[in-house]
């Protein structure tokens, strides 16, 4: 069965600085990878898909940007952090038809 | 008008009570449809999938109508452990789009 791994867990950084958060899928090969943003107290948000390496749809101009460097590993990433991207960032994998499996989340705080 | 919307509740039963969610979406092309429940600070997990012909696992039940365009999740005989917050999903095959959930609390 398919795992996705997500890390860190929580993440604290001041406003300006970079970010980088890795997904990882175990269990399937050329899955469908998603980056998801849930602000507290709100909905799940798409900010990213991905269909196979290097392809990347982007679902909400915003101050983040996403890649597929290899086929299990899904990466998102911002320059300059603002206050407004906090919040609990989730990856996600397998297509629709099967449903998502989530990985545990990052939760982000920028100060 | 949002793509899946949900009543945000809370709603606040007792055990053993019947509760139903109903959840509405805009893009008639959506082809696949879920509940997932999301404890918490956790991640969202996978309750069941909708289909038109319904779909029950034990007390839970889930409907898709897609004439009037919503779907629902009937949860029997609630327990303690149920109250979470719901989430239902709508999509087609590379992306599903979520609601903003429905929170159950169920208390003794």
């Known amino acids: 069965s398919q795992t996705i791994h997500q890390w860190p867990a929580t993440l604290v950084q001041p406003v300006g600085s970079p970010l980088s958060l890795e997904c990882t899928v175990e269990?399937?090969?050329?899955?469908?990878l998603y980056w998801y943003r849930q602000a507290a107290g709100r909905g799940l948000q798409l900010l990213f898909y991905?269909?196979?390496?290097?392809?990347i749809s982007s679902e909400v101009p915003q101050n983040l940007s996403a890649s597929r460097p290899q086929d299990r590993q899904f990466i998102l990433s911002s320059k300059k952090l603002l206050l407004s991207d906090s919040g609990f960032y989730l990856c996600?994998?397998?297509?629709?038809?099967?449903?998502?499996?989530f990985g545990s989340g990052t939760r982000l705080t920028v100060v | 008008r949002k793509e899946v919307e949900q009543d945000p509740g809370p709603f606040n039963v007792p055990e053993g009570a019947t509760v139903a969610f109903n959840c509405t979406y805009s893009?008639?092309?959506?082809?696949?449809f879920f509940w997932y429940r999301q404890d918490c600070r956790k991640e969202p997990k996978l309750l069941m999938s909708?289909?038109?012909s319904g779909n029950e696992d034990g007390r839970f039940t889930a409907q898709l109508n897609r004439a009037s365009q919503y779907i629902s999740l009937l949860i029997r005989d609630s327990k303690l452990s149920d109250s979470a917050t719901y989430l239902c999903?709508?999509?087609?095959?590379?992306?599903?789009?979520f609601g903003a959930g429905t929170r159950l609390a169920v208390h003794p």
């Open positions: 991905s269909v196979g390496i290097g392809q």
């Open positions: 893009n008639s092309a959506s082809q696949s």
């Open positions: 996600a994998g397998i297509g629709a038809v099967y449903g998502y499996t």
């Open positions: 909708v289909y038109s």
């Open positions: 269990g399937t090969s050329n899955p469908n």
């Open positions: 999903a709508g999509g087609g095959y590379n992306k599903l789009i």
